[in-house]
């Protein structure tokens, strides 16, 4: 799950605004968000004290419902920190959807901004971070944890009775966790032309973390795009061979840049990479079926397996765009990166 309200979360906390957690705890038949959906409220500074969030728990009438009751927590200390609210969403919202959702508010003080700021920097550096709260519980419980600690958590990611069964509205004895991480798949993407830099404005939202390589001195080229964004590694290296040995596992790779030679280079790298660790999750060239046709006879002359080149995506994208504007043509290459998650 993308989980960008976390960073806004902190930056909110900063400036000693609190803010409410809005989450969705429970879902019966169709809705537009899936449990653990969840956004960041608060209330700006200046005189107006206008509302602002980031994240959604579906949008429509739900989530304007569930704005209200967030500024009302926010505008009156005296109201509880912990709300349960349930939705019809037919016959109290009249949302086609027509299921049920449970959502919690909690309010967040600005004082815990040590605390929070820790979390972020944990899930920006690869960490998970842990949810938990109980019916007798005043506030959630957070925790970092290990990665073989979250996949055995991953069975209570949905509000549960004890014995296991959903919760209903007469049970009163419950509990709800909540796998937060803030970072969703790693891409290296090497090239730093107009579809790069097309496809880094598309991929950051999504909460990837793109670990941006380029050989030439192109920084001062690059256009409309925060370089010091915390999601956003970017780096100029002579050797970009280097990075794909060091890369983390079950990472994207995608090569697009200015120099077949160099695209050649990096392909036999990647493919190496592969054939020794099996841990590539998504491996894309840019270029054309004579490209690729080329590429494949160099590769097989030079003892590359039939079956090894069958995880090189060249051309890349979805199929039914055939535009070559560079804008266009990353949106279809992210396309074609969310089936691989």
Known sequence: MINEWIDRLALWLTQNSDCVLVTVMSVIGSAPRE???????????????????????????????????????????????????????????????GGRVLVLFERISHLDIDFFNNFLYQTQHGQTLYRYLSS???????????????????????????????????EN???????????????YLFGAGHIAQALVKLLLPLAAKVH????????????????????????????PEKLIETALPNSFFIVMTHDHGLDFQLCQAILKRQVKQQDIRYFGMIGS??????????????????????????PMGITGIHSKEPNLIAIAITAQLLQYL
């Open 35 to 97: 449990v653990g959906a969840s956004m960041v409220v608060h209330l700006t500074n200046d005189p107006q004290q206008t509302i602002e969030s980031v994240g959604s728990i579906g949008g429509g009438h739900l989530e304007w419902q569930s704005l209200n009751i967030a500024q009302s927590m926010l505008s009156n200390q005296s109201e509880p920190s912990l709300i349960m609210e349930r939705f019809n969403l037919g016959a109290r919202l009249g949302q086609c959807c």
């Open 136 to 170: 007798s519980d005043k506030h959630s419980t957070w925790q970092i944890k290990k990665a073989i600690e979250t996949e055995q958590s991953k069975t209570c990611y949905e509000i549960m009775h004890q014995d296991g069964s959903c919760l209903n509205n007469k």
């Open 173 to 187: 004895n419950w509990q709800f966790s909540q796998i937060i991480e803030s970072t969703r798949f790693h891409v």
């Open 212 to 239: 941006w390589i380029e050989t030439r001195d192109y920084q001062n080229r690059i256009e409309n795009i925060d370089l010091s964004h915390a999601y956003l590694d970017y780096q100029e290296t002579h050797i």
């Open 289 to 314: 079926t004579t490209k690729r046709a080329n590429f494949e006879r160099r590769l097989l002359a030079r003892g590359v397996s039939p079956e090894t080149l069958t995880s090189l995506i060249c």
